[in-house]
């Protein structure tokens, strides 16, 4: 008979094993600020919103964590030979807002305007560590001329640094063109391309430069922003700016993936996040957990071997870092999120985020939620649940693009991009493809994709007929009527309108496409007899593709029915039965922190009794949103931020609670000032 090790001498095994393996990354990385570059211009008619989201954005992150700077295109005025020369290196739009030298937003939508949709990218890229620190440590904008002294820390060993450069920017705000007022301006560029010539952790880099300044330019309204920029692939590894930062502020960077799929476990280990006090004084620092996933799902804070639980604080002095590790137990099948919430007691509506997702690995639909801050997938969603179908969603803003491997572990993955821009960056084409090409099955939504990849040519436009198979013919069908095709196994006998009824109602400019060749079938088509829709199949792999907003479609029974289909057509079903209805519990409140309105939407499993109220951070009941008998299904209720006496609801934390017969969910909510 086989005899094991005794049970005391696995138990402490374990105990080395587990401290080993959470003692924390051996690296001295270093966390960066996001940067964003905006190609613009005075004449630009819809770049006011990207300003808007921009300077919302300075108002909610310190000078340390976000900076900004601004490209004028020289026909408007405020133009310069450095704007133009950034603006041909990124051969931007306008306007196009580059993070951190790699992500890009060409657009310049209203949405952009309250800064949601760039808070998400901010958040992303905060959580990306840096291989360099950068400390100013002199910035003297005093006329004629102006003087500046930093140093270059290395806090990662870096192997080829052949292409790397410091650039140096500098800004004005508050300048008055026309009567009207703009701020980070570019005016010049300080010591032009300066070769990073440190690679090794510890090593220091000091550089400094005088500059001459414009008697015309205020030197009180005059910064300096530093970036570390790999002109290999455009991407910014540091950045800094001289703007004076608060007396208590911090930042944070997470190791690893933060998405991930695998199986229904009772441990999920993220890597570890480090949280740095860059304040003057000692402070209090707060960790939440918020955990929006299935019932018994439980995401908890961790350091080294030991657990803590949703809830932390810990005392850190300037300089200092804490580390720790997200544990997340996945009870059940589905997919969920973890939120962690990170403030400081000085400044409590300071609150900072890094998002974790999981996904178990029996669900059989993979969404991408590629919409920006819109909340379309809800219509998927509805969609989805209504069928019974099992799904994990995969929020495009917080994680970027899905990789190919990820993609395979489902049946069908759907893309919903509704109206949001970068539509499908390079990355995201390449997963695309090689998904594909490995015989994945995909159903993808919205407007305006053929439009812009037409717009960027090249590998975009290549890659949209090979793998869509479709050509653009016109930008803008300007119709919402469409017609179904008689006999397709997807569009026969559902005729759909794109606009009014429960829809989005979101479309502007909805493509009108061609099939690229012969795998490709038209299934609808605008009113005018122009092409809305295709189906692909190779013999390899099988797309749907809409060059409208599913989101769009103007009633709920059309769109479960024409995703019940596509995902029929996926499997080879020729002939989609209808299933049972079936709901699970779910509640969310969008946009989250709250500035003015926001949307609670919940699901109920079953009708029944229920309740939707605000509680505050004491326990108070604040406001009853909802309440009394109510039907199975989604609900949605719109909210101004005014308690039950009529009172505007002050800044701070609440929660958001919906108590039924079958459901119970709470959800923290933020408001903002």
Not at 336 to 355: E, F, L, W, Y
Not at 476 to 499: C, F, H, K, P, R
């Amino acid at each position: 008979m086989h005899r094991g090790l005794p049970p005391s001498v696995l138990a402490l095994i374990a105990v080395i094993l587990l401290a080993t393996l959470w003692a924390g990354p051996a690296s001295a990385w270093y966390p960066r600020a996001a940067q964003i570059e905006l190609v613009t211009a005075t004449w630009c008619a819809n770049c006011e919103n990207a300003y808007q989201g921009i300077e919302t954005n300075k108002g909610w992150f310190d000078p340390n964590a976000f900076n900004a700077v601004r490209y004028y295109a020289p026909s408007g005025g405020l133009g310069n030979p450095v704007s133009l020369d950034r603006i041909t290196y990124y051969g931007g739009t306008y306007p196009e807002a580059v993070f951190d030298g790699g992500l890009r937003v060409p657009r310049g939508d209203d949405d952009l305007a309250d800064g949601l949709y760039y808070r998400d990218l901010i958040d992303r890229e905060l959580c990306e560590p840096s291989h360099f620190k950068i400390t100013i440590n002199s910035a003297d904008f005093t006329a004629p001329t102006g003087s500046i002294d930093l140093d270059i820390e290395v806090m990662e060993d870096l192997i080829d640094t052949s292409n790397l450069y410091l650039r140096m920017m500098l800004t004005e705000d508050n300048v008055v063109y026309i009567s009207q007022t703009y701020q980070d301006v570019t005016r010049d560029s300080i010591g032009g391309l300066i070769p990073i010539t440190i690679s090794t952790e510890g090593q220091t880099q000091n550089v400094a430069h005088a500059f001459d300044i414009d008697p015309g330019w205020n030197d009180g309204e005059l910064d300096i922003i530093a970036i570390i920029q790999d002109d290999d692939d455009k991407s910014v590894l540091a950045s800094a700016t001289t703007e004076a930062s608060s007396d208590y502020t911090f930042r944070y960077y997470a190791l690893g993936d933060r998405v991930d799929v695998g199986p229904i476990t009772a441990h999920h280990h993220y890597e570890a996040f480090r949280v740095y006090n860059l304040g003057i004084d000692a402070d209090v620092f707060y960790f939440n957990v918020d955990t929006d996933a299935p019932p018994g799902w439980i995401g908890v804070i961790c350091e080294g071997a030991e657990c803590i639980g949703p809830y932390h604080e810990e005392v850190l002095y300037p300089g200092e870092y804490v580390e720790y590790y997200i544990d997340l137990q996945a009870a059940t099948s589905g997919y969920g999120t973890t939120t962690v919430r990170i403030s400081q007691d000085a400044r409590p509506a300071h609150i900072m985020r890094i998002k974790y997702t999981y996904i178990t690995d029996d669900t059989e639909i993979l969404l991408v939620d590629d919409d920006g801050a819109r909340t379309h997938e809800d219509y998927f969603i509805d969609a989805l649940d209504h069928y019974g179908y099992s799904y994990g969603v995969w929020d495009h803003n917080a994680h970027g693009a899905p990789s190919a491997a990820v993609m395979a572990d489902f049946s069908a993955v759907i893309w919903g991009h509704g109206r949001a821009a970068q539509t499908l960056d390079a990355d995201d084409r390449a997963e695309l493809a090689a998904y594909l090409d490995d015989g994945g099955n995909l159903f993808i939504t919205g407007e305006d994709l053929g439009s812009e990849l037409d717009g960027y040519g090249g590998d975009a436009y290549q890659w949209y007929q090979d793998y869509l198979h479709a050509s653009l013919f016109i930008g803008n069908a300007e119709d919402y009527t469409l017609d179904g095709v008689s006999g397709d196994v997807i569009s026969d006998g559902i005729d759909l309108m794109i606009e009014g009824g429960d829809g989005a109602d979101n479309q502007t400019s909805p493509d009108d496409i061609d099939p690229a060749d012969g795998s490709a079938t038209v299934i609808w088509t605008y009113d005018t007899g122009e092409n809305a829709a295709l189906r692909v199949d190779t013999g390899t792999y099988r797309v749907v593709y809409f060059a409208f907003g599913f989101e769009a479609i103007d009633n709920a029974s059309h769109r479960r029915g024409v995703l019940h289909r596509i995902l029929g057509y996926f499997r080879g079903l020729m002939d989609v039965p209808d299933q049972a209805t079936t709901f699970r519990p779910a509640l969310n409140v969008t946009p989250n922190p709250v500035g003015g309105t926001t949307t609670v939407r919940f699901t109920l499993p079953s009708a029944e009794r229920a309740t939707l109220r605000i509680f505050g951070l004491d326990g108070r009941l604040m406001h009853t949103l909802a309440a009394g008998e109510m039907t199975a299904g989604n609900h949605t209720v719109a909210w101004d931020r005014v308690g039950d006496h009529g009172q505007r609801l002050p800044a701070g934390i609440y929660y958001c609670r919906l108590e039924g017969e079958r459901s119970d969910l709470t959800r923290k909510v933020v408001f903002l000032k």
